[in-house]
């Protein structure tokens, strides 16, 4: 099969291999990742790893054995001073994490703040857990699930497996997906399809036209490796906002998330005469109701996942649209959905997205 053959056959199907029935192969199962988990646990020793991967694991002991008995503790250990950091809403002061701050984790760094009420719904008992080393930020609450990618490509700055993804985030609000990573899908099969899905414009975050966060090679060579152009690093990260920035379109894309009750804003500045955009990639599942101009670069949309509806506005915008999207649940699996396409007008706009109905304007 060509390139162009497997193109057309991956448009009209549904990303997945048909085998005849009476083919001969080997059964497996490529999503069952227990193995891995009975591995981890070699080192984490946690009663919920093992309800899940079941016992007898030679994995577990061998991991065990080179690890000397050693037991790192658990997040889920409530009075564990464990590597993510606990920022909570309502703690006295700012709660603020300097740049200088947010190096290797040691002893003397990590601390564990409690929460307190403050009675404002989705934000309400918000933490922040950081990974800084990996480059991942998560606000969480029991209403309210918001992930942040800031950080190295890995591996030693060769990016074998990253994605540029600098400044995306997910967003997930009562238990319902609504904003997405769209996964990985391939590998080597399709190239072109393996480069589209780790792409900027692939994920939630600006995008230039015609310009990665970080270049790759041609070639199978470059399916593995990324130039570590972006050099991504937090400004700041706080209990009520997080700014990060990347220099992976040859100058400084800037962002920050910001919290205003139950509203989020989100502002991106860039100085480029390029053609830019915001995307946003939706879950399967969401449906986009409504989108409205406003009024000279201003929208509104409207989105829902079952019962939960969420509203976004967006200043500095010439056109919003939906386009098709990019999602894969698995290796060689990929669901239809949606994205929010956002065309900039201006070098500093602005996206707010309302998690209240009681709050929309």
């Known amino acids: 099969m060509t390139v162009a053959e497997a193109k057309t056959h991956y448009a009209h199907s549904d990303y997945s291999t048909d085998l005849p029935k009476n083919a001969i192969y080997w059964d497996e199962d490529d999503l069952d990742h227990r193995h891995l988990v009975a591995a981890i646990n070699g080192l984490y020793q946690r009663g919920d790893f093992t309800r899940f991967t079941g016992e007898g694991w030679l994995e577990t002991d061998i991991i065990r054995h080179l690890a000397r008995g050693i037991c790192l503790p658990s997040y889920t250990q409530q009075e564990a001073l464990t590597s993510p950091k606990r920022v909570c809403v309502g703690i006295e002061g700012n709660g603020d994490w300097q740049r200088k701050d947010l190096g290797p984790p040691r002893e003397s760094k990590r601390q564990l703040i409690r929460p307190q009420e403050n009675g404002n719904g989705v934000y309400e008992r918000l933490r922040l857990y950081t990974y800084s080393e990996f480059g991942l930020y998560i606000y969480r609450s029991e209403h309210l699930y918001l992930a942040i990618r800031c950080g190295p490509i890995g591996q030693n700055g060769n990016g074998?497996?990253?994605?540029?993804?600098?400044?995306?985030?997910?967003l997930n609000i009562e238990g319902r997906d609504f904003i997405v990573d769209g996964g990985s899908y391939l590998y080597t099969p399709l190239q072109q399809i393996r480069n589209?899905?780790?792409?900027?414009?692939?994920h939630n975050t600006l995008a230039l036209d015609g310009l990665e966060q970080n270049r790759w090679f041609g070639g199978l060579d470059g399916l593995f490796s990324l130039r570590n152009d972006a050099q991504a690093q937090v400004v700041e990260v706080s209990v009520g906002s997080f700014k990060g920035e990347h220099r992976g379109f040859g100058q400084?894309?800037?962002?920050?998330?910001?919290?205003?009750?139950?509203?989020?804003e989100i502002e991106d500045v860039i100085e480029s005469p390029l053609l830019s955009e915001l995307n946003f990639n939706l879950a399967p599942g969401v449906e986009v109701t409504h989108i409205h101009?406003?009024?000279?670069q201003?929208?509104?949309?409207?989105?829902k996942n079952g019962d939960v509806k969420l509203r976004m506005f967006f200043q500095g915008f010439d056109r919003v649209e939906t386009r098709e999207g990019f999602f894969s649940v698995g290796?060689?699996?990929?669901?239809?959905?949606d994205l929010i396409r956002c065309y900039r007008s201006r070098p500093h706009t602005?996206?707010?997205?309302?998690?209240?109905?009681s709050q929309w304007r």
């Open 298 to 303: 201003e929208f509104s949309c409207e989105f």
């Open 252 to 264: 400084k894309h800037y962002r920050q998330f910001k919290w205003e009750g139950s509203v989020l």
């Open 350 to 357: 602005k996206a707010e997205i309302h998690l209240r109905e």
């Open 293 to 296: 101009e406003k009024g000279r």
């Open 160 to 170: 074998g497996h990253a994605h540029n993804d600098n400044l995306s985030f997910e």
């Open 196 to 202: 589209i899905f780790r792409s900027t414009r692939s």
């Open 331 to 337: 290796y060689g699996r990929r669901l239809k959905n």
